[in-house]
């Protein structure tokens, strides 16, 4: 049986104190670690598969409405997964009739390969009217700029157009849209929590 003064135990003791040390700054790095991998996906997710976007203004009206909280994904747009009646974010950096860069949203009328022309107040995409639901009933779309009444898009261009064609901003003003401007296709809306879902 060792005493209390026992220099065996005393030792023992301090090797206790030495193993401590390094294990609380292990710890602390280990937290550290997975700190900056979270902060480090998340910006990843951020810049290539997801982002929030917020509807300015009333061109989508009634799809889409002023202040709604969109979820945008930015994967399809890589692999032309982009098609006819998706509802599309477009940055406006470089876009003509657009002061400084901000983000638009706006509905695919038509895609690489089509024609798309603006006609009897209607739209026609290869010389087919084509049927919008979703628009409010007796919505009108005018011409707006005789340069894209009739457009044949080609590769990498879309023809987009706001669902209030009477408050909208769109391709038949500025033209095509490149699809390096486009951000992602909306994928839900998740504000107001009354409309949460697929717009």
Avoid: C
């Amino acid at each position: 049986m060792k005493k209390e003064n026992d220099p065996g135990q005393s030792v023992d003791a301090e090797s206790e104190g030495v193993r401590e040390k390094p294990d609380l700054l292990m710890e602390i790095l280990d937290w550290v670690k997975y700190i900056l991998f979270a902060i480090l996906l998340g910006l990843l997710i951020v810049t290539f598969v997801v982002q929030r976007n917020s509807v300015i203004g009333h061109s989508m009206d009634d799809t889409l409405n002023d202040q709604d909280q969109l979820i945008v994904e930015k994967v399809t747009k890589w692999f032309n997964g982009i098609q006819h009646g998706d509802i599309i974010t477009i940055t406006t950096k470089g876009l003509p009739y657009h002061d400084g860069d901000i983000n638009i949203v706006k509905r695919v009328i038509g895609i690489p390969g089509d024609t798309v022309e603006i006609k009897n107040k209607a739209v026609y995409v290869n010389d087919v009217k084509i049927n919008e639901p979703y628009l409010r009933p007796n919505t009108s779309t005018e011409q707006l700029n005789a340069k894209y009444n009739k457009v044949t898009l080609t590769d990498g261009q879309y023809f987009v157009l706001g669902d209030n064609r009477g408050n909208s901003t769109d391709s038949r003003v500025f033209g095509p849209v490149d699809r390096s401007l486009i951000i992602g296709e909306v994928l839900l809306r998740v504000t107001p929590l009354s409309k949460f879902g697929i717009p």
